[in-house]
């Protein structure tokens, strides 16, 4: 019995101080988010981009977030046949802009630098989308971000949420923003912030390992 009465204070002190394991489809080791999903509520509906021209969605994290994929929802496919992308006759791309100058991996990246992007594809179904990008692994630190699309046409669209506050809702960059064959550029010129509520468009989307 007294055996037992020791064991039981030494069993409470371990269920105290053992922490309880990390969720693999929530966290990496280290706390590094696995997944940041561009939270958006509101009405949804299909954003098309101009043909050959970049589109800005602002979006901020609060915590380092890892991923090597980007998700997003095609609202609107782009069946149209040719040979720029395959067998698709237009081309279209998703990628992260950084929106402020910052420092990462100790080198100085200026604001409006592509950080990740998929590179030129064909929209040809709808729904779930998950590209790889070309980049690899990017870890995003906290701060400012632009979501970029563009397209060689106007027909995809991918899908958004309205009713948002947000710094930039579709904005065109300063500079930059032509783009050829679909492909987001390196960098642009970030416009200035635009502040927006009620009709603000975020695009859904997330990001992923």
Known sequence: MKKLLLLIPVLLLLAVLTPAPAQISETWLGGIPKWENNMASGTEAGFSTVANQTRLFAFVTSGPIRFTNIVFNVTTADTAAGSLCGAFADCYDVGIYNATAAQQLGQNITAGTLLAH???????????????TVEGVEILQPGAYYFGFTGSAATAAITYAAGNITFLSGGNPTSGGTTTNG??????????????????????FGLHN
Not at 118 to 132: E, I, K, P, S, Y
């Open 183 to 204: 492909v987001l550029n390196s960098s642009v010129t970030p416009p200035v912030d635009t502040w927006t509520m009620s009709s603000a468009k975020n695009i859904i």
């Open 118 to 132: 998929c590179a030129a594809m064909a929209l040809n179904t709808t729904g779930v989308q998950d590209c790889t």
